[in-house]
């Protein structure tokens, strides 16, 4: 049996857990905090979740992951058998991942764990997001899906798009995803009609609970 290791609240974790959800995959979960680091270095070298355990041994980092999914359960694919809109698949992903989530990631420490985060920081983000999020829109299809047909990018898009605007309209009063990828917003109300989306939120909401009641400060 496949397990899914790590926290609920997670864009990487919920990425792959909609991933399973959407390839019909049997699938446990463990719930693993980041802080636990230590205890899972030997599944995740950098302690990062989330994590797959597979009869075979365990896998960390979540593209890696989806990648390793989608080769081991081809019944229900979830990238195109076109080589080239594979590719353009893939390429939504690493703009929305390297170039979005990665950059917002940068104010999480002072959106949702308690720290704060330098003006520095946050005028370098918002600038390199500015440019991520227009290159997302540039390459975006929303017909109806991100690239076209439901595929591995929309189960990357929606997370991140939903942690991303939180975190702008925290920072910096703003909805960054609203005003560079103005498509976005019908887009994610048309992904949460998706059963498995609406089943995932559900959970998200309460491992979110789960957590504050922890009252924990992280900082990564």
């Known amino acids: 049996m496949i397990v899914l290791c790590g926290f609920g609240v997670s864009n990487y974790y919920n990425k792959l857990k909609l991933v399973l959800l959407e390839k019909a995959i049997p699938f446990e979960e463990r719930l693993v905090y980041p802080w636990q680091r230590e205890a899972f270095q030997t599944s995740s070298p950098l302690g990062k979740i989330p994590y797959l355990e597979t009869e075979h041994g365990d896998i960390s980092e979540s593209q890696a992951i989806l990648e390793y999914l989608e080769d081991a359960y081809p019944q229900t694919p979830l990238y195109p058998a076109d080589l080239f809109a594979r590719a353009k ?60 047909d439901f595929s591995a990018a929309d189960c990357v898009a929606y997370m991140h798009f939903f942690m991303i605007k939180a975190a702008t309209k925290a920072i910096y009063t703003e909805d960054m995803v609203e005003r560079h990828v103005p498509d976005a917003g019908a887009y994610m109300q048309l992904m949460e009609t998706r059963p498995h989306m609406r089943s995932v939120l559900a959970d998200r909401a309460k491992a979110l609970a789960a957590f504050r009641a922890l009252n924990v400060r992280y900082e990564g």
Do not use: D, M
């Not at 720290?115 to 983000?125: I, R």
């Not at 390199?128 to 227009?134: D, Q």
């Open 89 to 148: 698949c893939r390429e939504v992903i690493q703009h929305l991942e390297f170039n979005a989530e990665w950059v917002a990631r940068r104010l999480y420490k002072e959106c949702f764990f308690g720290g704060s985060v330098s003006q520095e920081t946050k005028s370098e983000a918002h600038e390199r997001l500015t440019a991520g999020l227009a290159a997302i829109a540039r390459l975006a299809t929303f017909s109806p899906y991100i690239a076209g």
